[in-house]
């Protein structure tokens, strides 16, 4: 198994407080990626990074912000949650580019009450 | 909406084959994959095509693509109860990383 930790597993927060997830690899990879999954939407890729401080935005970035200050973590923050992001959010890595293999974490889950 | 789509449930006996459909809408997509999600963990990539491809075969799986009609499916010969698992149908549409994700195909199998 691809060394990818997520942390915390689980999470139960109330509306506007602030969350981080944190996302842990121990593979050197370059790329990394959040996605969240929910009932009927498959997987959907919130930010994504290709380097140490290089991010971009996915599909549905609103609300959330990412910071990669080392290789090995990509961090995920809601600055103030809200019950639309009740969810479970998966990082996942990839040692190049135009592989098409993402390694995933073994999710958070997150309730915002 | 969803740019990838399949059907939200499967159940097979034991032994039967699985045949799981997906149809896309980019015929730009060049990658096609297929993902497996077992309880309480992430996914794992399964199988890929190429789109110049009609079909791949690895062990129990078979991978059919027909670009006219946009359509994928994974067929899983023998089908077994550790095949239980959500199915993901995915795009990537310049052979990169960012893949579009369809909603899953939940496969049940039984005894």
């Known amino acids: 198994d691809a060394g990818i930790t997520q942390s915390p597993r689980h999470k139960v927060t109330e509306t506007g407080t602030p969350v981080t997830l944190r996302c842990h690899q121990t593979?050197?990879?370059?790329?990394m990626y959040w996605y969240r999954q929910d009932p009927g939407h498959g997987l959907r890729l919130i930010h994504y990074?290709?380097?140490?401080?290089?991010?971009d935005k996915g599909e549905v970035s609103d609300g959330y912000s990412v910071s990669r200050s080392k290789t090995e973590d990509f961090l995920l923050t809601l600055e103030s949650a809200t019950s639309s992001q009740t969810s479970v959010y998966f990082c996942?890595?990839?040692?190049?580019?135009?592989?098409?293999?993402?390694?995933f974490g073994e999710g958070s889950r997150l309730t915002v009450l | 909406g969803e740019d990838v789509e399949q059907s939200l449930f499967l159940s097979v006996r034991e032994g039967d084959s699985s045949v799981i459909n997906c149809t896309y809408t980019?015929?730009?997509?060049?990658?096609l994959y297929w993902y497996k999600q077992e309880p309480g963990a992430g996914l794992q990539l399964l199988t890929y095509?190429?789109?110049?491809?009609d079909m791949k075969q690895d062990q129990r799986l078979t991978v059919l693509l027909n670009k006219k009609d946009k359509h994928l499916s994974l067929r899983i010969a023998d089908t077994q109860t550790g095949d239980s698992a959500i199915y993901f149908c995915?795009?990537?549409?310049?052979?990169?990383?960012?893949?579009?994700f369809g909603g899953g195909t939940r496969l049940m199998v039984k005894p």
């Open positions: 996942a890595i990839s040692p190049g580019e135009f592989t098409g293999e993402l390694f």
């Open positions: 593979e050197n990879h370059r790329y």
């Open positions: 990074s290709y380097g140490v401080k290089d991010t």
């Open positions: 980019d015929s730009s997509s060049t990658y």
């Open positions: 095509i190429f789109s110049n491809m």
């Open positions: 995915a795009e990537s549409r310049n052979a990169g990383n960012m893949l579009t």
